[in-house]
């Protein structure tokens, strides 16, 4: 059984920072893109993404310069560095693996639970 598995999330002023994690288990994720994405609203918007293989980077311009996403193959875990947090970083944050390189949820094909992050002002 697949499955990816979201933490780190909290409540945490403007400026400050959080480090999420997602732990993936049931198959292995060699060329796949995982991805971050989060939802405030009624849309589910990308936020980064990582090749698995090649550790190749991709950012939404909201967040380029802020957040950094990695991947640790040894502990089959990706994270998701978020520096600078502004209150309009507030959202619940998914992690998600799909074998196309896409900023659309619609190509990611597997997800986690969500975790929540609340940035104050």
């Known amino acids: 059984q697949v499955q990816l598995v979201e933490s780190g999330g909290g409540l945490v002023q403007a400026g400050g920072s959080l480090r999420l994690s997602c732990v993936t288990s049931?198959?292995?994720?060699?060329?796949?893109?995982m991805a971050w994405f989060r939802q405030a609203r009624k849309e589910r918007e990308f936020v980064a993404r990582i090749?698995?293989?090649?550790?190749?980077?991709y950012y939404a311009d909201s967040v380029k310069g802020r957040f950094t996403i990695s991947r640790d193959n040894a502990k089959n875990t990706v994270y998701l560095q978020m520096n600078s947090l502004k209150p309009e970083d507030t959202a619940v944050y998914y992690c998600?693996?799909?074998?196309?390189?896409?900023?659309?949820?619609?190509?990611?094909?597997?997800w986690g639970q969500g975790t929540q992050v609340t940035v104050s002002s």
């Open positions: 998600a693996a799909g074998s196309r390189f896409s900023r659309s949820p619609n190509d990611y094909t597997y």
């Open positions: 049931g198959r292995t994720f060699s060329g796949y893109g």
């Open positions: 090749n698995w293989s090649t550790n190749s980077t």
